[in-house]
C-alpha cells in the first residue's frame, strides 16, 4: 500500500467533518459560533458531555453541537452503543449515530539511510458513532435529567450595543434558531435574546450580521452572488464578518 493510500482513511475523515461544515454554512449556521440554544429558554449552553459527565473538546463539541442543534436534541449527554448497554440502555431501533473522532500519536521504530534506528511519532484520527440519550430507552433517570445549569436571573442587555444597532437603521427581527442576513429582503434574522448564554454573546452575533449586512450594493457593495456556490467566495465573506 502505498503513502498516499495508507492516509485515504484520515483525509475521509477530514472531508466529511469539511462537507458537514460547509453544508451548514450554504444554510445559514455557523457551528463554531452558535452561543443560543433553544433549550435557553430554561438553560444555558453547555459543551457536550460523555456519558461519564466529562465534557467533549476540540473539534467534537462543534460537531456534537451542530448534531444536536439539526436534530433537536436539548440534553448534552452523549455515549457510545457499547456504553448504554453496560449503563442497562438500548439504542432504540432506527435511531443513527453521530460522528465524533479520536485523535492520537503512535510511536514507530524506523531506520534512516545510515542504518541508525530512531523513533517517528505518527498522528491517527479514528471516527467513532455516538447516541444522545434522547435516542436510549432504559438508561438510570439521572441520565434523563441532565440539563444545562437553569438561568436564574434574566440576562442584561447592553444599552450602548442596542442603540448602536437601531442607529445603524437594519431591520433586524426576531424569532427561531438562526442567525442570518438576508439580501432578498435586506433584514436580519435574530434568534430571540433570551436563547442567548449572555447579552456578549447576542451582540457579537449581531455584529457578525451586521457586516454581512453592510455588503449590499447600496452599502459597501460587496459582491455576494456567488456566496451559496463558491466555497472561496463564502469564506472570503465569513472571514470578512469574524474580522
Sequence with gaps: MSRREGKGPRIDIYARITDRIVAELAMGVRPWMQPWHSANAIGRVTRPLRHNGLPYSGMNVLLLWSEAIARGFASPMWMTFKQAL???????KGETG?????ASRFTKTETDSAGEEF??????????????VAQIDGL????????????????????HADRFFANTGAMIRHGGDRAYFSPATDHIQMPPFQMFRDAAAYVATLSHEATHWTSAPHRVNRDLSR?????????REELIALS
Design 86 to 92: 453496560e449503563l442497562g440502555g438500548a439504542v432504540r
Design 98 to 102: 453521530s460522528m465524533v473522532v479520536f
Design 140 to 159: 438510570p433517570d439521572h441520565y434523563y435529567g441532565h440539563k444545562a445549569e437553569p438561568v436564574r436571573d434574566p440576562i442584561v442587555r447592553i444599552e
Design 227 to 235: 456566496y451559496a456556490r463558491d466555497r472561496s467566495e463564502r469564506a
Design 119 to 132: 523513533d517517528r511519532e505518527i498522528p491517527f484520527l479514528k471516527a467513532y458513532s455516538v447516541f444522545n
